[in-house]
């Protein structure tokens, strides 16, 4: 299965946490990734984690990953302004498959 | 700036023509993606090329085709156009075979009229 699903929207305050979801059909992914687009641009690779892991922190980003339920997280501390954006997780499958979620567009509040 | 470069930038066509879209890769990476974006099928995988060979395919129609020379750089000829190829369509790029990182140009914006 190839079903990467995302919530369309989340709005946050500047210096609250966000947390941005995604769940997957398929168990057999290895990586799972998360990229960030600001508009007009491509897309930015932010971080990503091995299929075995539980959870990665790399400064202000913290990923957690379910593989029982299939969900990702990714968590942003300390939201900016400068963090609005699309957000979204991918999935590599073994052959060089990947595989896109449908995108979390994230508006920060100031 | 990633190090990948796409051109152009925009291409207004109309249906019908045949499109060529360029990649330049990140220096040293010998692996390069396309991708389309539309708003309808998000972001979808088309074709990987590995040191010039076709490495891993996609959702690639067959009016669409790719290449990727012995430079690294690559082309994606888009034919026959029809109003729902109008998207973005990004390159990527890594640097082995296999796909932990990849990094995306600015894309090139296609409109068919």
């Known amino acids: 299965g190839e079903d990467v699903e995302q919530s369309l929207f989340l709005s946050v305050r500047e210096g609250d946490s966000s947390v941005i979801n995604c769940t997957y059909t398929?168990?057999?992914?290895?990586?799972l990734y998360w990229y960030k687009q600001e508009p007009g641009a491509g897309l930015q690779l932010l971080t990503y984690i091995f299929s075995n892991m539980d959870m990665k922190q790399d400064q202000r980003l913290t990923v957690l990953l379910n593989k029982k339920d299939k969900h990702l997280s990714l968590r942003i501390a300390d939201t900016q302004t400068g963090d609005s954006a699309i957000y979204f997780c991918a999935e590599k499958y073994t052959g060089n498959q990947f595989y896109f979620g449908t995108g979390t567009s994230l508006t920060v509040i100031p | 700036d990633s190090g990948v470069t796409q051109t152009p930038k925009h291409l207004i066509t109309a249906t019908g023509q045949r499109v060529t879209l360029r990649c330049s890769p990140r220096?040293?990476?010998?692996?390069v993606y396309w991708y389309q974006q539309s708003l309808d099928q998000g972001l979808q995988f088309l074709i990987q090329y590995y040191n010039g060979e076709e490495r891993a395919k996609g959702n690639i129609l067959e009016r669409f085709s790719a290449q990727q020379f012995p430079d690294l750089h690559s082309e994606l000829n888009l034919s026959s156009l029809e109003l729902g190829d109008s998207a973005l369509y990004f390159c990527a790029s890594s640097p082995t075979r296999e796909l932990y990182e990849q990094y995306f140009g600015p894309g090139t914006r296609l409109t068919v009229t």
């Open positions: 220096s040293g990476d010998l692996s």
């Open positions: 398929d168990s057999s992914s290895t990586y």
